[in-house]
């Protein structure tokens, strides 16, 4: 398995890594740390000619070429930084690291089409953070843009217990397919307990005495949606159970009406959840988008744990 991670110093990022512990991740893999230093002029040494510029260099070129030097160090200090934190972690990973200068969401971006990673790891929030409910900006585009799974870390707000709980989301889309596949690939500690979600929309009756014959329509129509909830939540649940390997993992499911953006941020709150995994795109607006879904976009923004939105390569 391959993992890229983006790192900038932070807070965020740092808990980024430390969720890492409780992924399920492989004893062994190969991953690499990024930092980018956010630099709009070539450092010295880079294999840009001096005869680009004029005889007569405008002011201040070379007081700008010594800070982006010093913030392309900085960056890989940074990034150094990242490196033993994850080795700390994962002893048995191969850890390298790199330091990218650029606009950071695009050079993360294009470096992770170069490596392919399988999985992408980026902080809840970096340093330009606005607060609870929003991801930074940087963790935003490349949530939504990237072509790999991306995980947006954050603090367990669970029990703090060795085992894992883990919340799926499902709605029979390939995407939330691809979640469930993804969820049992991975290494659970013994006991650990997987949660299948499906949440539903359901209709409102009218008042009794206007609409009966409406009401008992209405009625059917809930039953129906409810019963493929059902059907949805015990495939994931079946599917999950054959695929992982350790059989002490529980697998449970929960069958809600409500809107999936809030029904999976509740539940897994409630669940004391490590993290929530989702599909890229699904049913939520009954059709298939070409963008990071809604409900995968607005759970891993608003979630109090860390999310992760699967794709397929």
Not at 31 to 53: M, N, Q, R, T
Not at 75 to 96: C, T
Not at 203 to 232: C, G, R, T, W, Y
Not at 253 to 279: H, M, S, W
Request: net charge negative; charged share 25%; proline share 5%.
């Amino acid at each position: 398995m391959k993992i890229l991670i983006a790192y900038d110093g932070s807070e965020g990022a740092d808990i980024g890594i430390d969720a890492l512990r409780r992924a399920g991740l492989p004893a062994e893999a190969e991953a690499l740390v990024i930092s980018v230093a956010e630099v709009w002029l070539p450092p010295p040494g880079d294999e840009v000619p001096d005869e680009i510029f004029p005889l007569k260099s405008p002011p201040g070129l070379k007081q700008a070429r010594q800070r982006a030097e010093r913030k392309i160090e900085q960056a890989q200090q940074v990034a150094d930084r990242g490196s033993k934190l994850v080795q700390g972690i994962f002893p048995g990973w191969r850890v390298d690291h790199e330091a990218l200068s650029g606009s950071p969401a695009f050079e993360l971006m294009n470096r992770a089409e170069e490596w392919l990673p399988g999985l992408i790891v980026v902080g809840s929030h970096g340093h330009t953070a606005l607060g609870r409910f929003v991801l930074g900006s940087v963790s935003q585009k490349i949530l939504t843009e990237a072509r790999t799974s991306v995980r947006v870390g954050r603090r367990a707000i669970g029990s703090g217990a060795s085992a894992e709980r883990i919340v799926v989301g499902a709605d029979g889309s390939p995407g939330s397919q691809a979640a469930v596949r993804a969820v049992a690939a991975r290494k659970w500690s013994p006991g650990s307990e997987v949660r299948v979600i499906v949440a539903y929309d359901s209709m409102k009756a009218f008042p009794a005495i206007l609409l009966p014959p409406v009401n008992e329509s209405v009625d059917e129509v809930n039953e129906s949606e409810h019963a493929q909830a059902q059907e949805i939540a015990a495939e994931a649940a079946k599917e999950l159970r054959a695929g992982l390997d350790d059989k002490s993992v529980i697998v449970s499911v929960a069958v809600e009406a409500g809107d999936p953006k809030q029904v999976l941020v509740r539940e897994a709150e409630e669940f004391g959840a490590d993290c929530i995994f989702t599909g890229a795109t699904g049913f939520s607006s009954r059709l298939e988008r070409l963008v990071l879904g809604s409900v995968s976009a607005a759970v891993a923004a608003r979630a109090h744990c860390s999310v992760e939105v699967v794709r397929e390569q």
